[in-house]
């Protein structure tokens, strides 16, 4: 079945430090990808998102590219601030019928000042 | 536009015991999801609604839980003789439709502990 697999956290980063999190996916279509964040005590949101294989999902300074040939949607910042700091999910769907999001197991990502 | 909301933020119960939570999507949205986070994982599909119809079931959730959407607009996820098993934040998330693409805006959960 379809799934998605995320690096291991936790993640610990000095603020102004290039971040990746890594994201594959197995799926048996051609799913949306998204990447949807958790700050502490707040909801899950979306951070950004892609549709079809080689877009380009950015938000507040996160880019993540939607890699059919490498089933990837990995999500990187060129400076990271403490503020990032929260959990991040990776997540495909299909819409239609299987419309619900299938979620990774998440990345807690620590930023130091 | 509100936001989702979910009521009550958390539960306590004693095993075996009957709760009902509450979801209010964002007005207009056909589509309405539970999940269920635990420590540690993402969220888990349980079921969702296209308006009141209540199309797709996971296989999570079990006898013991069942969902409404009367009239389309709010709904709830009942679980009838709790178990410590079913310990976990359940997530409500409403999109405008059906497509891929498309965000489903979460509200913040309801956090439920069984002793």
């Known amino acids: 079945g379809d799934s998605v697999t995320q690096m291991e956290g936790p993640v610990t980063l000095s603020e102004e430090a290039f971040l990746t999190i890594n994201c594959t996916y197995t799926?048996?279509?051609?799913?949306?990808l998204f990447w949807y964040v958790q700050y502490p005590g707040e909801g899950l949101q979306l951070l950004l998102k892609?549709?079809?294989?080689?877009d380009k999902g950015s938000n507040k300074g996160f880019e993540a590219t939607y890699r059919k040939e490498t089933t990837s949607f990995h999500l990187e910042k060129g400076s990271v601030q403490v503020s990032d700091s929260a959990v991040y999910f990776c997540?495909?769907?299909?819409?239609?019928?299987?419309?619900?999001?299938?979620f990774g197991k998440g990345t807690k990502l620590s930023v130091k000042p | 536009d509100t936001g989702v909301s979910q009521n009550p933020r958390h539960k306590i119960t004693k095993r075996g015991q009957n709760v009902t939570f509450r979801c209010d999507p964002i007005?207009?949205?056909?589509?309405l999801y539970w999940y269920r986070q635990t420590l540690g994982q993402g969220p888990e599909f349980l079921t969702y609604?296209?308006?009141?119809?209540?199309?797709?079931k996971s296989r999570l959730l079990s006898d013991r839980f069942s969902a409404e959407r009367p009239k389309g607009s709010f709904s709830t996820l009942e679980i009838q003789r709790t178990e410590q098993g079913d310990s976990a934040m359940y997530l409500c998330?409403?999109?405008?439709?059906?497509?891929?693409?498309?965000?489903?805006?979460f509200g913040p959960g309801t956090r439920l502990l069984v002793l």
């Open positions: 998330a409403s999109s405008l439709s059906a497509l891929a693409q498309e965000t489903q805006y």
């Open positions: 799926a048996t279509g051609y799913p949306s």
């Open positions: 892609a549709t079809k294989a080689d």
């Open positions: 997540a495909l769907a299909y819409g239609g019928s299987q419309g619900n999001l299938i």
């Open positions: 007005s207009e949205h056909n589509r």
């Open positions: 609604f296209q308006n009141e119809a209540q199309l797709e």
